[in-house]
C-alpha cells in the first residue's frame, strides 16, 4: 500500500513538473524579445553592441569588433564622408533583394527607438555639402523602405551634421525592437529555407 502511494506520488510530481515546463514554454513562445542594436563607425573602425532582453530579463549582451571582417570579405578599405551615400545605397539593394523574404516578418517587428547620426567631412566645403546632400538623401530613402514595413511606436530621430574643415566620417547608430520569440523563430526558419540572391 505504501509503494502505491509513493508511486502515486512520483506519478503526480512529475505530471505538475511536466506542466510547469510546458506552462513556462508556452510563456517564453508567446513572450516579447527586445532587440537593442548600437552600431559605430569612426576612424575606419566598426563596433556593434547587441543585446537581448526576455521577459524583461538580459539573457544576451556582446560587443563585436567589425574592424577586421572586411579583410575576409573583400570591403572597401577605406570608407569615407564621400563614399557613404553609395554604401547605404548597397545596403538598400541588399534589403529588396531580401524583401520576400523578411517582408512578412518586419510587419510584426516593432520599433520603441531609432537615432541615426552621421557627423564628417571631406576637408573641402564644396564637397562635403554634396556629400551631406547625397547621406541625407540616401537615408530618407533607407530609412523610408523600411519604416514602410514596421510598427513604429517612437519619433525616429535621423541627422547629418557636416564638417567643412576636416575630412573624416562617423556614423553612430541604436535601435531598440520587439518581436514575439514565436514569431522571429518562425521566421528564422523561413529565412534558413529561402536561398537568398544577393546584388553583386
Not at 544576451?60 to 563614399?83: A, C, G, M, R
Not at 564628417?120 to 555639402?129: P, R
Not at 564638417?163 to 553612430?172: V, Y
Request: aromatic residues 12%; charged residues 20%; proline residues 2%.
Amino acid at each position: 500500500m505504501e509503494k502505491n502511494c509513493i508511486g502515486k506520488l512520483v506519478q503526480y510530481m512529475l505530471l505538475v513538473i511536466i506542466c510547469l515546463i510546458a506552462v513556462l514554454l508556452l510563456l517564453v513562445f508567446f513572450s516579447k524579445i527586445v532587440i537593442s542594436i548600437q552600431y559605430t563607425y569612426e576612424l575606419n573602425k566598426q563596433f556593434v553592441t547587441f543585446s537581448i532582453i526576455v521577459l524583461r530579463i538580459r539573457i544576451f549582451k556582446k560587443k563585436y569588433d567589425l574592424t577586421d571582417v572586411k579583410e575576409h570579405k573583400n570591403i572597401e578599405d577605406h570608407l569615407n564622408f564621400e563614399s557613404f551615400p553609395e554604401k547605404i545605397k548597397t545596403i538598400h539593394q541588399t534589403w529588396k533583394n531580401l524583401n520576400r523574404v523578411i517582408n512578412k516578418i518586419l510587419q510584426k517587428v516593432r520599433v520603441h527607438h531609432f537615432s541615426w547620426v552621421t557627423t564628417g567631412g571631406t576637408g573641402d566645403a564644396f564637397t562635403t555639402g554634396m556629400a551631406s546632400g547625397g547621406i541625407w538623401s540616401v537615408k530618407g530613402i533607407l530609412t523610408g523602405f523600411l519604416f514602410e514595413k514596421i510598427q513604429l511606436k517612437c519619433r525616429p530621430y535621423i541627422h547629418v551634421e557636416p564638417n567643412f574643415q576636416q575630412r573624416f566620417l562617423q556614423s553612430d547608430l541604436e535601435c531598440m525592437i520587439s518581436i514575439r520569440f514565436g514569431q522571429a523563430i518562425h521566421g528564422l526558419i523561413k529565412i534558413i529555407k529561402t536561398p537568398i540572391k544577393l546584388q553583386n
